[in-house]
């Protein structure tokens, strides 16, 4: 069973001449167009592709890589506007809808914005949303000491920077705990030095190792337990 929006391995089965189909598993074939297809490659051989709707609602497969797949976060940029949405520079031939509904306000052409991708419901579709709060904290989080996560930077606020980890939980590096400035948009690795119950508050306190060797907290508040 293929995986929209996701990366899978799938066994080519036709050579032709504009390129090569692969086994989407229930008799379905997804097109290779020949411009992806990876030297030395043959029928029989299993591959790893991007598989994706392209503009006419057909499942496609590619070899180049996506800046996002189906549940993560991103910055991108606004390609285009029109009465549909904003398409997003997706790093793929397809650029990448945000629908109207899925704006918190209109977005302008040439500028960056952070987006969720996922499957529209309905249509099965990659699309994307700005408005990420309401997929951020759905899942309780159980990070354990040395655990290696993902960080990405949102945006810079008074005390600190909102970060998002492991494109699940909202979290926030506080100022004083930081030893160089960190960039909007950027992405980094942390290992967690430390983790502390706060019963009062309901929340849980992290101390991160860099992957540079520095060193900050965070705080990540979370759903008050039960008993």
Not at 91 to 98: A, C, F, S, T, W
Not at 109 to 118: A, D, L, P, Q
Request: charged share 30%.
């Amino acid at each position: 069973m293929i995986e929209i929006g996701k990366y899978n391995k799938l066994k080519i089965i036709k050579d032709l001449s504009f390129g090569m189909y692969l086994d989407g598993g229930e008799d379905m074939e997804i097109l290779l167009p020949a411009r992806y297809i990876p030297k030395n490659v043959k029928p029989g051989d299993e591959i790893d592709v991007f598989i994706y709707h392209d503009n006419e609602g057909r499942l496609i497969a590619t070899t180049a890589q996506p800046l996002a797949t189906v549940r993560e976060f991103k910055f991108m940029k606004v390609n285009s506007v029109n009465e549909t949405g904003a398409f997003l520079e997706w790093g793929i031939m397809k650029d990448l809808l945000v629908p109207y509904k899925e704006q918190k306000m209109p977005m302008q052409e040439g500028k960056w914005y952070i987006v969720y991708v996922h499957l529209d419901h309905i249509t099965q579709r990659i699309v994307a949303s700005a408005r990420i709060d309401k997929y951020l904290g759905n899942v309780l989080p159980d990070y354990t000491f040395n655990q290696e996560v993902d960080l990405l930077v949102v945006e810079e606020t008074a005390i600190g920077y909102k970060v998002i980890i492991n494109n699940l939980h909202w979290g926030l590096i506080y100022h004083n705990e930081i030893f160089r400035r960190l960039e909007k948009r950027e992405e980094v690795k942390g290992y967690i030095k430390e983790v502390r119950e706060d019963e009062k508050n309901r929340c849980q306190s992290y101390s991160f190792r860099l992957s540079e060797s520095r060193r900050y907290k965070r705080d990540y508040f979370r759903s008050p337990k039960t008993s």
